[in-house]
């Protein structure tokens, strides 16, 4: 199990020193017996173990199926998985999804994202089995075979981990999807679901929240329809470019 410690790479992110970052040698194409799936590429992970009761007393190894972001700014902000290992004396796993961050195959996003033949490598199926044998691995190196894993993810993460659950249900005993459109696809759930459920959280909350919201939408329109009417909604709401 190829790793070595590394420096963050993000400006302005800076993790606390429990926090390790190491790199795995992943298998490139997990699926295809072609030459090129021999090929590997260098995996980013990060590891905490301050709050781990360790091998010996199978304290579980919570997993956090990375999305399509820098492993390091999730790190940083996922606070709930850490209060989950400080409850229950777990070990905090980040997995870098393939392609995001400084887990990119070919040696550089050019090379990577140039045509078909390097995208092809990019998919949720082959993140899937990055993060089952990364797992398996680690979980070798440290003798916690034992340990029970959880994946847990948000949004895309969360239907990593759910998914992971039910693709790999021996390695993982559950997941964790917070925010996870799991079943949002064609012909499976209602394209509005998003929009009802969000109504839903509001209108149960406070009434008067959900009617000021849904009267808001018309006022905006209307300052929209005005002269430099886009411009003036930027300035109000300080979106972004």
Wanted: glycine share 8%.
């Amino acid at each position: 199990m190829a790793k070595r410690i590394m420096t963050m790479s993000e400006p302005g992110i800076k993790l606390p020193p429990e926090f390790v970052t190491y790199f795995y040698t992943q298998t490139l194409d997990h699926f295809n017996y072609k030459p090129e799936s021999n090929a590997t590429f260098q995996q980013r992970y990060i590891m905490n173990n301050k709050y781990w009761g360790g091998p010996n007393a199978s304290s579980p190894i919570f997993v956090y199926t990375g999305d399509e972001a820098s492993i390091t700014g999730i790190a940083a902000f996922a606070g709930f998985i850490v209060d989950l290992a400080s409850r229950f004396n777990g070990l905090l796993l980040y997995i870098e999804h393939r392609y995001y961050g400084d887990s990119v195959p070919f040696g550089s996003k050019e090379e990577a994202f140039q045509n078909t033949s390097t995208l092809g490598f990019f998919s949720s199926t082959q993140a899937l089995a990055d993060y089952a044998q990364l797992i398996i691995d680690f979980k070798k190196n440290i003798s916690a075979e034992s340990c029970p894993v959880i994946a847990v993810g948000g949004s895309y993460g969360g239907m990593l981990a759910s998914w992971f659950r039910l693709k790999y249900p021996h390695i993982t005993i559950g997941a964790l999807a917070s925010s996870a459109p799991i079943l949002y696809f064609d012909d499976i759930t209602p394209q509005n679901g998003y929009h009802v459920v969000a109504t839903k959280d509001f209108r149960d909350t406070s009434e008067s929240c959900y009617n000021t919201i849904r009267q808001s939408w018309s006022e905006i329109d209307k300052v929209a329809a005005q002269p430099n009417g886009l411009q003036n909604l930027t300035s109000i709401f300080s979106t972004c470019g």
